[in-house]
């Protein structure tokens, strides 16, 4: 089970991405991508308790026997959440006014439960770290990709309020791309995601197969 | 099926359960230890947010108490989905201006706001904390979108008669949004609603408190004046 971090952080990143390889995660992904700001707020977070849940799940897989995996995953996982919610709620707070419903989405996040069982869980600690860095940072640019399709046509603006997340160093971030601008309504409602996401995922698939015919070799094979 | 990844003793039930109830034990204990070392620090956050917020719609120099540590629950009012919550701002001993603090249906779902008004029941200030309404349409209500909420400032039960108190297609004083009347509406009821139920509140505190207020002043003015009583007796006996 010995796997290059290249290819592990190909796989986050593009070939098995949470959002548009694995599918697991959209109930998140669409909730929240109303601005690309939120995205990246959910994304961050997602990162951050993933890289503990992988951490903490590879270090004692060793004394985790199959039949009881699951529970003592979801028991750790809910965890790390509640911990993760406490301590920005207590020492970040402005942080925690504009994350503070994502982080308790988190639980709800079945990709770091998959993570945990399909890679943590037969892993190393230093390979799951990686697992988790690469999937948080595919799982980030996907919700910051629709996110910013959202925010553009629904209120043709690009990261509005990115100064309240990263703080005012930041606020060179929010950039009105079209002054003056109405918006297209669907955009900003629910089925502005599953469009926006139908599409990223489309264009996915035609990239794959553009590099398929091109190299024969390279077969993407999306695996859990 | 015993190896050197799965030793027999771990085929056991026993040792499952004991797994089990090993990481609860330890989850349980490191949750508690969070929950000691952040409850304190998230409460006063709690707090200073919502002082904040009473400052946007209570201006300072209205008041030297502290109306949040005053709240009173009235259950059952007529036209708020959620119980409403209310506080004197006192000056000086005096009441000042009345907070409430309650939820009105809107289109998405509840909006939950917060209301002052002085004690000549001119309005103060009126902040949305919280909603679920339409983006793009209906999130005019909050202060970051448009400074609509801000146009309650100033009125009161006498500046507007009940029929003005509407959104302007119902023909009444305020505005409506393009594409979205129901949150507005939704909104200006509340607001209106929540004027009456503040007057009356505030009326039955102001005849509820001069006696108290006599009470904590009697002992020192009624150990040298001892006609005093028979003269407030006198006058209770006249006045029915």
């Known amino acids: 089970m010995s796997q290059s971090y ?74 790390v959440v509640t911990l993760v919610d406490m301590a920005i709620n207590a020492l970040l707070h402005p942080l925690y006014k504009v994350l503070g419903l994502f982080i308790a989405l988190i639980v709800t996040n079945c990709a770091i439960l998959g993570r945990a069982e399909s890679f943590a869980a037969k892993n190393g600690v230093r390979l799951a770290a990686a697992d988790a860095l690469a999937m948080g940072l595919g799982f980030t640019w996907v919700l910051i990709v629709i996110g910013g399709m959202r925010e553009i046509l629904g209120s043709g603006t690009l990261f509005s309020h990115a100064s309240l997340l990263l703080g005012d160093s930041f606020a060179w971030l929010e950039i009105t791309v079209i002054p003056n601008y109405s918006g297209i309504l669907l955009s900003v409602l629910p089925p502005g995601a599953f469009i926006a996401l139908g599409l990223l995922i489309a264009f996915k698939r035609v990239v794959d197969r553009r590099l398929k015919s091109g190299n024969t070799e390279q077969l993407v094979v999306p695996t859990l | 099926m015993a190896t050197v990844a799965s030793p027999s003793y771990r085929q056991r039930v026993s040792y499952h359960a004991g797994l089990l109830a090993g990481i609860c034990c330890l989850v349980s204990m490191l949750l508690l230890i969070g929950n000691m070392e952040s409850e304190e620090i998230i409460s006063d956050h709690l707090e200073a947010d919502k002082q904040f917020l009473l400052g946007q719609v209570l201006p300072a120099a209205l008041y030297d108490n502290a109306p949040l540590r005053e709240i009173e629950v009235l259950d059952n009012i007529n036209g708020f989905t959620k119980p409403v919550e209310i506080a004197p701002a006192m000056l000086a001993g005096q009441l000042s201006a009345v907070v409430l603090q309650s939820s009105v249906g809107g289109w998405g779902d509840n909006i939950q706001f917060i209301i002052a008004a002085d004690k000549q029941g001119n309005i103060t200030g009126v902040r949305v904390i919280s909603h679920k309404e339409t983006p793009g349409l209906a999130d005019g ?100």
């Open chain 1, 6 to 79: 290249r290819q592990i952080f190909g796989d986050g990143l593009w070939n098995n991405n949470v959002a548009m390889g694995q599918m697991l995660a959209l109930c998140p992904l669409l909730a929240v991508t109303t601005t690309a700001t939120n995205g990246l707020g959910m994304g961050l977070a997602s990162m951050v308790v993933l890289l503990l849940t992988n951490v903490i799940i590879s270090s004692i897989r060793g004394i985790i026997t199959p039949q009881v995996r699951i529970p003592v995953l979801i028991v750790l996982i809910a965890t």
């Open chain 2, 141 to 240: 209500i909050e202060l970051d979108k448009s400074d609509w909420i801000t146009r309650f400032n100033g009125h009161s039960l006498q500046s507007l008669s009940p029929s003005q108190w509407a959104v302007k297609k119902d023909g009444g004083e305020f505005d409506q949004f393009t594409g979205a009347t129901i949150t507005p509406r939704a909104m200006v009821n509340g607001v209106h609603r929540a004027l009456e139920v503040m007057a009356e509140w505030q009326q039955q505190q102001l005849a509820s408190q001069p006696p108290r207020e006599q009470e904590q002043q009697q002992p020192p003015a009624a150990a040298p004046a001892t006609a005093a009583p028979t003269a407030v007796e006198h006058q209770q006996g006249v006045n029915p």
